[in-house]
């Protein structure tokens, strides 16, 4: 039978739910350490995950996030995708 609970009792309720461990990106350290202007090539061969590099970066980096405040763009090219810093 579902209660009703406090706004206090709700807050800590709320404070406590399990959050998962967070993953680090992909690469990320070499993309946050490109200089403007550059890119970064991430070879079919390097890449491990099930998941596209394509459909990865964008939910890391360019989903929900307007194209003027984006940092880095990404194109697939011949053999992998290349990243580039805005």
Known sequence: ????L??????KLGESKRQGSKKPI???E???N???GESLLI???EWKMNTTPTAYYYGKFTK???KKV????????EGGLMITKL
């Open 43 to 45: 070879t079919e061969k």
């Open 34 to 36: 490109l200089k403007k």
């Open 26 to 28: 992909q690469f990320g």
């Open 64 to 66: 929900g996030i307007d």
């Open 30 to 32: 070499e993309i946050t």
């Open 6 to 11: 406090t706004k206090e009792e709700a807050q």
């Open 1 to 4: 039978m579902p209660r009703k």
């Open 70 to 77: 984006r940092v880095i763009s990404y194109q697939k090219v």
